[in-house]
């Protein structure tokens, strides 16, 4: 199963920081075998040339009925044409999709979802921007995953969910996948809202240990909560005493035990590799998914 392990990009931080490009590091992973890949929102990305166009992008917005947005985004990957006011910025953009041909590309950002928001307005716009964004990464497939880094203590559930329904409504024109990951609070927790607020979960394992080993709670409570139709995407790295490693080896999570629950109960989502950023992070990725192949068998 890990032979169609995708990546979350965020692990090309260090390499961007020290010069590469954005979409190198594209090619590069997709031509040894990492075919979907999460574009994470983060510093890493707002300095990187592919980052300075999704400003530009987001500045375009504006000028666009919503309409007229989405069919220039799927003109842009059907390679038929279309009538814009910015031919430069989406000239650039058809540049980065011929190179993103055959790769699954969705979308992630940090936002307080679990809290009511101060100002509905800036939310919701906030919300529509990254909707879009995430169809002009893959009109044919679009995702967005929103994680919360933010919120913690006692979670108001119903402005959470209200929150979740909300964003899900927005953009109906625009079809796509909505979800959540679990981050500070419990996975079963993170769970039970997203599938009462209308959104699909991503899973990371390895947000439920805490720094000693033990858990927020046991993983086992979760697999038996969750249903395979529930998850869009599961993440995958590995946490130790020293933090979050740069490899997926042996340490706090029981990667055979995810593959066997996901094998078993016949999982459709992709598996994303979310290692520590490194200078050589293809070389740890196939390292990874070596390891998770042999740990799978």
Request: hydrophobic letters at 40%; proline letters at 4%.
């Amino acid at each position: 199963m890990f032979e169609k392990l995708g990546i979350v990009t965020n692990i090309w931080a260090e390499e961007i920081a020290n010069g590469a490009r954005f979409d190198d590091l594209m090619v590069e992973f997709g031509a040894n075998g990492f075919k979907d890949m999460e574009v994470r929102e983060g510093d890493y990305l707002r300095n990187s040339e592919f980052g300075h166009l999704i400003q530009e992008f987001k500045a375009a917005m504006p000028a666009y009925t919503d309409t007229e947005f989405r069919t220039i985004c799927d003109a842009v990957w059907t390679e038929q044409p279309y009538q814009t006011q910015h031919v430069p910025l989406f000239e650039a953009i058809a540049v980065f999709t011929e190179k993103a041909s055959g790769l699954t590309l969705s979308y992630a950002m940090s936002h307080p979802w679990l809290s009511r928001a101060a100002d509905n307005k800036t939310d919701t716009q906030q919300i529509i921007k990254a909707k879009k964004l995430a169809y002009l990464l893959c009109p044919e497939r679009p995702r967005l995953r929103l994680v919360d880094l933010d919120t913690e203590g006692d979670i108001d559930a119903s402005a959470a969910i209200a929150n979740l329904k909300h964003y899900a409504a927005l953009l109906p024109e625009y079809p796509m996948v909505f979800a959540v990951e679990n981050a500070r609070q419990t996975a079963t927790l993170t769970l039970k809202l997203a599938v009462a607020g209308g959104a699909k979960l991503t899973y990371d394992e390895t947000n439920t240990y805490r720094a000693d080993g033990t858990t927020l709670r046991p993983p086992v409570e979760f697999w038996r909560a969750v249903e395979m139709t529930d998850l869009t995407s599961v993440h995958f790295k590995q946490k130790t005493e020293a933090g979050v490693l740069s490899e997926v080896g042996d340490g706090y999570v029981d990667f055979r035990a995810v593959a066997e629950h996901l094998k078993t109960r016949h999982y459709t989502g992709d598996l994303l590799l979310e290692n520590t950023p490194t200078v050589h992070s293809l070389r740890d990725a196939l390292r990874s998914r070596e390891y998770l192949c042999a740990v799978s068998a």
